[in-house]
């Protein structure tokens, strides 16, 4: 048995798996209504900012594929970061993931809670449980089967090319498509161990080499390197509006604040690739 549905909770706890997904379904009906189209991709953005007005969205690239992302309270305020360096689609996972911590636990974050995702803490109970719901969230069941139904998936012949289209539908990672394929009882554990064995991020086999080849979900690997500190710009292009900065001051913290990543890197000493 594969260790991710080893240590899955769909495996280990159905009831904390189905107190889940409740959730997600009732986030999702909040902002998508009922039905089989609740697929949110990079809409998980300003869902998050519609559901936390309050929160600042930090998001930078970091060179690390270890790093995704945290949520953290700073003197009362609520950030959240994610990794721009990340493909798209591990951005909008790690965001869905954050959006758990600010749904669920709210009194951490009251008393300063602050936690940085990182690869190696996935396996943590409480990780796996933002994981699973941002899994829930992205990939919801009813829609999952209508689009396994639109597709013509045939359980019998699930192919590589089968999978990635349903990586492009809701722009998630190729692991969560296989598991929640597992998780609604479309294949086997059998059939999900042998998926799960297939390199996803070798750009020569496996995964990423058929996304390339077939041109499907390409748009979700992009690295996107966007940097976004909030409302800064505004701030700053408000206050040159009201003459509280001088308008050559203004300029150049605008200029600061959109560099190219590759300056920013240079400036801090870092190797260009």
Known sequence: MHELI???IFNRSKDTYEELED??????????GTGDRMIMQDDIFSVIMNYCPE????MYPIRDNEIYGFVCNYKG??????????????QIFTAAHELYHLKYNKEQ??????????????????????NLFAALLLVPTNSLKKQVELLKIDKRKLSILDIIKLMDVFAVPYKTIVLRLFE?????????DELLEIP??????????EINKYEIAVRWQKRTNDIRYDNLKALIIDNNSEELVPIMK??????????????????????ID
């Open 77 to 90: 305020q609520i950030f959240m970061y994610i990794n721009t360096y990340l493909p798209l689609e591990k």
């Open 6 to 8: 080893r240590k899955s």
């Open 250 to 271: 203004a300029e150049d913290d605008i200029k600061y604040i959109t560099r190219d990543i590759d300056d920013i890197y240079r400036e801090l000493g870092e190797k």
């Open 200 to 209: 996803d991020r070798d750009e020569n086999e496996g995964i990423l080499y």
């Open 184 to 192: 609604i009882e479309f294949i086997d554990m059998k059939k999900a």
């Open 23 to 32: 959730g997600a379904i009732s986030f999702l009906t909040r902002y998508f």
């Open 55 to 58: 929160l600042k969205l930090l």
């Open 109 to 130: 974050l009251g008393k300063c809670y602050s936690h940085l995702v990182k690869s190696i803490d996935l396996g943590k109970d409480i990780e796996e449980k933002a």
